[in-house]
């Protein structure tokens, strides 16, 4: 009780000391970059200031700041002695994330920050529990056998829920929150993919399924604790009051169901000595990895990948087709030599040939990624290729959301919404398209080097047959916001877009 309270006392204390000592600096700390839109630095409170006043518009500051220095990279004195570095330069992603790939790691402070909700996951491991984990879930990932499923998953959810849903909306004329409804459709999928299990969120009633709500309440409070002092969230999580007491009922909901899936997919195991299911958990538990936790842990990690990152693309790429006409025209255009007529969406074959569409997508998650931001934490002292040090503890994050608006990635038309900038004509008279990718690490949308995202083709492949079965019968038409105001891009833990997407759905002729 006397550290409870003696740490409550700092907290109350802290901002006063904070305020004598802003108001006695008169001038800057002079160890300070060249770029001179940086925030001035203050002895023990740092640019802690400035820092809290912009934490709304972060995104487009920090996008400002890495424009305005020379190398696209700063480093910021956050409070307390505290520095990190920012970049958005593809030279020091391939640092970070390849070259020197063992000395950057996710870090004690995301590890704690999340390990309530993901516990030693895979997105959430270091070191060589990072390492198996990542080779069990590369063997699986690969096999034809789980695309297959997927594929499955994915068809049942479009002509059984999303398909009719969508259908009732337009012959209604009723308004759909389309984010709402990508994250139910992702979801649901995600729920069979990663534990056979369906969670029945995408429904005509849109139901409040109690896994789901808890899981996106334990996702929501885990990523605001990133925008809050280490010391509040963890003296919240002691005393047990608040968003902490909140996220303990969350977390406790997930993992108690979670629990009870993996418990009796082992039981049907022990009976079966076979499991007729090819989700990842029986996949998992059919290989031998019996370890309750460990299983649990890794699913809960893919639940998390699985059903924010596709959805948040979509609502993004959805919402740009609206403002460029001309692309939606063209993606019908493809989806009608393509796609076969047997089915709501094409099938794999049929999918891979969708260049423009594939194109499309990466333009809108360049402009709108799914996670905007990714950082790693030095393990030891080490110098970034533009010069910038790196002390041991330090992190450096890199930029996915300033990367794609970069000129000196994207040139000088970086704003256009311009999926041919992804394309080129063949040669071979036919004048088809030909996709032409850019490194990842000029585009870090999933990641690079030995973390490069396992799930990055199936996430295509589910997102083109969600283009391609609802533009073949739909046009999605965004209500006008109050005053014709654009929509705002939010980061959480992956980008969302602020107030849902309110659309009406339209029956094409």
Sequence with gaps: MFLQLLTLASLVLLPLLFFFVFKASSQPNPKTSNNTKLPKSYPIIGSFITLYKNHERRLPWFTDLLRSSPSNTFTLHHSLGKHFVVTANPTVVQHILKTHFPIYEKGNTIRTTLTDLLGDGIFNADGDNWKFQRQVSSHEFNTKSLRKFVEQVVDTELSD?????????????????????????????????????????????????????????????????????SPVWKLKRVLGIGSEKHLRAAVSEVREFANTIVREKKRELSETKALESVDLLSRFLGSGHSDEKFVTDIVISFTLAGRDTTSAALTWFFWLLSQNQHVEDEILKEISETASSESAAGGY????EMVYTHAALCESMRLYPPVAADSKEAIKDDVLPDGTKVKKGMTVTYHVYAMGRMEEIWGEDWAEYRPERWLEREENGAHKWKFVGRDSFSYPVFQAGPRICLGKEMAFLQMKRVVSAVLKRFKVVPVEREGGAQPEFVAYLTGKMKGGFPVTIVERA
């Design 161 to 229: 829920r999303l398909i009719p849903i969508l259908s009732s909306s337009a012959t209604n004329n009723s308004i759909l929150d389309f984010q709402d409804i990508l994250q139910r459709f992702a979801f649901d999928n995600i729920g069979r993919i990663a534990f056979g299990y369906d969670p029945a969120y995408l429904l005509p009633s849109l139901p409040q399924a109690k896994f789901a709500v808890a899981f996106d309440d334990a996702v929501q409070i885990s990523s605001d604790r990133f925008r809050s002092l």
């Design 349 to 352: 074959d049929e999918v891979k």
